[in-house]
């Protein structure tokens, strides 16, 4: 299997974790120039039409996108250590955990980064200023109601590391480095034991 990649990106990160955290080998990885528009060219737009990393190229030449559907195919391969819930009921509410984060801690932390950071103004154009900034009013929103659930549960999920901290990981590292957001600097201090935590496993160092 290739796994096209970029190191520095948020959702790449969330596989090369998930591979690390289940002991996966062997897949070659190409990492993509997004700067430069790699993803944007013809031969990786035939992989994949969205021009968008990560995408996983199977041994019979099938490619999959979307970083969750990625680590679910991996899950079903690669069953152990579990990270996805061990039966519905729990794949159920792991799914919810990790959506929620994927979509309101994440999916905020790159709208507000994309519209306002200039670094990525050659990678969103145009760039909305305000709504980025209104995005990163959200996300505070978001990660204080994060903080509280972890007040009373030790890992984004529930009882234990599952790939609901994966992407919670990868989402606060992103927001740290381009948004100048740490939560315990904003009070959040369960969100930022657990960070803290998270950050001391093998697959939070690669």
């Known amino acids: 299997m290739k796994l096209y990649t970029a190191h520095r990106a948020p959702s790449p990160r969330r596989v090369l974790m998930f591979l690390i955290e289940k002991n996966i080998t062997g897949i070659e990885m190409v990492n993509m120039d997004l700067n430069g528009g790699e993803h944007r060219k013809s031969e990786y737009l035939a992989k994949s039409p969205l021009a968008k990393v990560p995408a996983l190229e199977l041994d019979d030449g099938?490619?999959?996108?979307?970083?969750?559907?990625?680590?679910?195919?991996?899950?079903?391969?690669?069953?152990?250590?579990?990270?996805?819930g061990v039966d519905g009921d729990e794949r159920g509410f792991i799914e919810m955990?990790?959506?929620?984060?994927?979509?309101?801690?994440?999916?905020?932390?790159?709208?507000?980064?994309?519209?306002?950071?200039?670094?990525?103004?050659?990678?969103?154009?145009?760039?909305?200023?305000?709504?980025?900034?209104?995005?990163a009013e959200k996300v505070r929103e978001v990660a204080l109601g994060f903080d509280q659930r972890l007040q009373s549960q030790p890992f984004i999920a529930g009882d234990r590391f599952t790939v609901a901290d994966i992407t919670a990981f990868c989402a606060l590292e992103f927001a740290r480095g381009l948004m100048k957001f740490v939560p315990g600097e904003e009070g959040m201090h369960a969100l930022q034991a657990w960070r803290d935590r998270v950050n001391e496993r093998p697959s939070a160092r690669a």
Request: hydrophobic residues 35%; proline residues 8%.
């Open 62 to 84: 099938r490619v999959i996108t979307e970083t969750r559907a990625i680590c679910t195919l991996l899950e079903g391969r690669y069953p152990e250590p579990n990270l996805m």
């Open 97 to 135: 955990a990790d959506r929620q984060v994927e979509l309101y801690l994440l999916g905020g932390i790159a709208n507000a980064i994309r519209h306002s950071h200039p670094g990525l103004a050659a990678l969103e154009k145009p760039q909305f200023p305000e709504f980025g900034r209104s995005q």
